[in-house]
Nanobody, 115 residues
Framework: QVQLVESGGGLVQPGGSRRLSCAAS????????MGWYRQAPGKQRELVAR???????NYADSVKGRFTISRDNAKNTVYLQMNSLKPEDTAVYYC?????????WGQGTQVTVSS
């Protein structure tokens, strides 16, 4: 059974930082591309950041220079370090694991940026 379990969400003040984690089980983690997506109320789910099995990364323009995605294959975990958070970063953040023919999602973790 495949599981992606996100953690690290919560309430943070504007300008603050937060680190999200996604622990994977039931897959050969090292061969999957991993990603973070987010969905704000009334909006479509959007890509935040992705990291390939080989370690290549890409980011949404809105988070470049503020967010960093990384992975630890020994721990089957992908991280999203979020700095300089803005109210518009408020959303449910979802972890994704994708291979050529399989695609898995976590349940999401809420991040709220507010004073």
């Amino acid at each position: 059974q495949v599981q992606l379990v996100e953690s690290g969400g919560g309430l943070v003040q504007p300008g603050g930082s937060r680190r999200l984690s996604c622990a994977a089980s039931g897959i050969i983690f090292s061969i999957y591309g991993m990603g973070w997506y987010r969905q704000a109320p009334g909006k479509q789910r959007e890509l935040v950041a992705r990291i390939t099995s080989g370690g290549r990364v890409n980011y949404a323009d809105s988070v470049k220079g503020r967010f960093t995605i990384s992975r630890d294959n020994a721990k089957n975990t992908v991280y999203l370090q979020m700095n300089s958070l803005k109210p518009e970063d408020t959303a449910v953040y979802y972890c994704n694991a994708a291979s050529r023919d399989q695609d898995y999602w976590g349940q999401g973790t809420q991040v709220t940026v507010s004073s």
